[in-house]
RNA sequence: GUGGCUGUAGCUCAGUUGGUUAGAGCAUCAGAUUGUGGUUCUGAGGGUCGGGGGUUCGAGACCCCUCAGUCACCCCA
């Protein structure tokens, strides 16, 4: 006999922790429609062409690539010049990475009936081949939002809001919001002259947090800077103060470049919006890169409540040309994504899970024979009829069992029909909180309240 | 892909310098209780000690290999 397993990185959701999901699904769900998001699902995989090379070399090493095992592809796969070639006859599908690219690419083919803007949300599992570890699956669900066909930057402070809106409703408190701009760093990158290294400044800069700022330093030479442009970027990390002090110390840092101005203008436009007040204002930090290169534009990114360890539940940004790489120019983008795991393992380690996420069956009608589970049978319509959620026990087990049975479910009424109270007509409604019990006819019993 | 730690009952873990038949708590099931749950008491079932090899008179323990889990790095939600 096998020992049954999962894959590493997997998990099984059993009744309380899908309810636990469900609730952040919702909450996140009706954020999303009350901002005027429409909902969208694609396939689970999707031709590899559509996926490779649109999340850098690391992406496609982490990608899940789907076997085509029939005999005529192994036959040819074996008559593969290279490796390289052999995984493109081998493999033609792999399992999406996110799901912005499986959107632009919904975008692109249906660019003939879209309405422009498109606004649309999506709630869907994404498959990452990474090692597992704390807040890090293998299997995880996103949540995005996102605008097509909208170059307004009120698209980026409606986005916002919903993260505000969002994380305020699950009762989180201490997250941050931190937002920057593509434009600035690709502006940092020109005023040393290094535009070609953009990605490596941006991967280490993002790093400061956990390495440091000599940790940085080591990284920049390694990536092969020179020390008067390290300089220019320690200074640039430097940048501290209110908001309004950042904004400033950015405009005369990056004077000389003008793409910079313009981030920093579109930055500051985000940050000062003044459109709607902000139950955590977001702030700006000039060291967030995010690692997708295909961001132009503002890029935010939701930190977890310090003290939780967590890292990024969330995070966004805006790609001026992200339906390009299928061919259609000139549209814009602008979204946000949520990490239901990771918020979900940080509510639950603060304990922010509701009670009434686990209400489910109410009433439980306990069968002590062929008469009263005929009775009771009806009754349980009537609740269920009423949207109340029963059941009743279909074995008549001894009533000791049974009463451990709704203890154990939770459920807080358990309804008797005995002999005795099948001859009176009356029901005994027992509450198992309070442990009250009384009897009741049948109409009362209609008009009662779980 | 790289490194550290951990694998004993369904779960959480004991198990002495290597020594007889591998234990506890929780959980499960049954009984005390033939119309009343939670608390209590009694009993039962449940293990090729992750797998394979080695050292030894003797291995859950020591050595090697392997698999799995976990944490960290890379990268990322």
């Known amino acids: 006999m096998i020992k049954p397993s999962i894959p590493s990185g997997t998990r099984d959701f059993g009744p309380v922790v899908v309810r636990k999901r469900n609730y952040i699904f919702q909450t996140i769900r009706s954020t999303f ?147 920057n701009n593509r434009k600035i760093l690709s502006g940092l990158a020109e005023v040393i002259g290094k535009q070609d290294l953009l990605t490596d400044i941006t991967i280490s800069i993002d790093k400061l947090d956990k390495i440091g700022a000599e940790g940085v330093r080591k990284e920049l030479a390694a990536r092969g800077l020179t020390d008067a442009d390290i300089t220019t970027i320690e200074q640039f990390l430097a940048i501290s103060g209110t908001s309004e002090e950042k904004l400033a110390q950015l405009k005369t840092l990056l004077a000389a470049s003008e793409t910079a101005q313009k981030g920093i203008e579109e930055l500051s436009f985000v940050i000062n919006s003044g459109y709607a007040p902000f139950n955590t204002a977001p702030i700006i930090d000039v060291t967030l890169a995010r690692g997708l290169n295909y961001y132009t534009g503002m890029i935010v990114e939701v930190k977890a409540p310090a003290t939780v360890k967590m890292g990024s539940i969330g995070g966004g940004g805006r790609y001026d040309d992200l339906t390009g790489m299928f061919g259609m120019k000139g549209t814009s983008g602008v979204g946000i994504s949520f990490g239901v795991d990771r918020i979900y393992d940080v509510l639950e380690e603060l304990k922010l899970f509701p009670e009434a996420t686990q209400q489910s069956t109410k009433v439980l009608f306990l069968n002590l024979g062929e008469a009263s589970a005929r009775a009771a049978f009806s009754y349980m319509m009537q609740l269920r009829a009423r949207g109340i959620a029963a059941e009743l026990f279909h074995e008549s087990a001894k009533m000791d069992k049974q009463m451990k049975y709704a203890d154990k479910r939770g459920i807080p009424y358990v309804v008797i029909l005995g002999e005795s109270e099948l001859q009176e007509n009356l029901l005994s409604v027992k509450n198992l909180v309070s442990g009250q019990q009384e009897k009741v006819s049948a109409a009362a019993f209609a008009e009662m309240t779980f």
């Open 33 to 179: 429609e009350v901002y005027g998001f429409q909902p969208l699902e694609t396939p689970a995989m999707e031709n590899l062409s559509t996926l490779t090379g649109k999340y850098g070399e690391e992406g496609d090493k982490l990608m899940f690539r789907i076997l085509s095992n029939n005999d005529d592809k192994l036959a040819a796969a074996k008559a593969a010049a290279s490796n390289k070639e052999m995984s493109s006859i081998l493999s033609d599908k792999a399992l999406r990475y996110d799901l912005t690219i499986p959107f632009a690419r919904y975008v692109v083919m249906n660019q003939q009936e879209l309405t422009l803007p498109f606004k649309r949300y999506q709630m869907q599992p994404v498959w990452r081949g990474d090692r597992p570890q704390k807040g890090r699956y293998r299997e995880f669900y996103q949540c995005d939002a996102d605008v097509v066909g909208s170059n307004s930057l009120l698209n980026e402070v409606e986005l916002l809001l919903i993260y505000d809106t969002v994380l305020t409703r699950l009762g989180l408190q201490g997250y941050e919001l931190r937002v």
